[in-house]
């Protein structure tokens, strides 16, 4: 399967505006790409205040989403979008298939809250698997990445490829980058991650865009700027990585005691 990875600057103040610069994209790697992934958010402007959350009107997305992959005969992983739906607003990722079919839905589950980041928005709480071209993939957002028992979640679900949009900051690329690895490695799964790049009023997008295999090496490096990479895997290459190191049913979950929520002061 060839994946397209879209490290765009959108986050502009207009539907029209955002639509413009993702129509664009797709349309410059439909002909020789699978799939695109989208970064995190790039229909919200994060140095505006939104009185009229209408803009985020869910029915103008989705047709929007769906015309652009139909038209272009491409599976889009449409990064994640403010989405506004029955008075609820929230950080989704919307998947769909060539014929513009959507295939899956997921709402960011781990909201970030030291930037104000998660004002306004509700999280979600469910897992989303869904097929593309053979393999089962998942998606969770950006801060998702954190919680490695959220994404393990995906892994004793047997997904073979998870897209991660994202806007990271920059300041922390070196959590993104090791976390990255550290997720397709434990998981035994291909990883698809992209960055937004510009600034907000709170930070510096770091893009750092990359696609990992399941050995923690990079099928595309981490890169810079405004930029769409596009590059292959193999989903026969994962099953023999899973063959030879097989870690799953090794793992002893009867006496792994998850229920603190709290981190514990250092005496």
Request: with cysteine; glycine share 6%; hydrophobic share 35%.
């Amino acid at each position: 399967m060839r994946i397209s990875l879209a490290q765009i600057n959108a986050h502009r103040g207009t539907n029209s505006e955002n639509f413009k610069i993702i129509e664009e994209c797709v349309k410059n790697v439909a002909e020789k790409s699978d799939v695109i992934l989208l970064p995190e958010l790039w229909n919200y402007d994060f140095s505006k205040e939104y009185k009229d959350l209408n803009q985020f009107n869910h029915k103008e997305l989705e047709g929007f989403l769906s015309e652009i992959s139909r038209d272009n005969k491409i599976n889009l992983v449409a990064g994640s979008c403010a989405y506004f739906k029955e008075g609820k607003l929230t950080n989704t990722a919307l998947v769909y298939d060539r014929e513009g079919k959507k295939l899956a839905r997921y709402d960011k589950v781990h909201l970030y809250n030291m930037q104000g980041n998660s004002e306004g928005f509700t999280a979600g709480d469910e897992v989303v698997n869904f097929f593309l071209e053979g393999y089962r993939c998942g998606v969770i957002i950006c801060y998702d990445l954190s919680f490695c028992e959220w994404v393990k979640m995906y892994g004793l679900r047997d997904t073979h490829l998870l897209f991660i949009p994202s806007a990271w900051p920059e300041n922390h690329s070196n959590y993104w980058n090791t976390l990255l690895k550290a997720r397709a490695m434990e998981n035994q799964m291909y990883i698809a991650a992209v960055g937004s790049v510009g600034r907000s009023p709170h930070t510096h997008f770091g893009g750092q865009s990359q696609l990992i295999n399941s050995r923690g090496e990079h099928i595309i490096e981490p890169f810079k700027g405004e930029k769409i990479k596009t590059a292959q895997i193999h989903l026969e290459d994962l099953k023999i990585e899973r063959e030879g190191v097989e870690t799953f049913s090794d793992r002893r979950p009867e006496i792994y005691d998850l229920k603190y929520t709290t981190k514990k002061s250092i005496d």
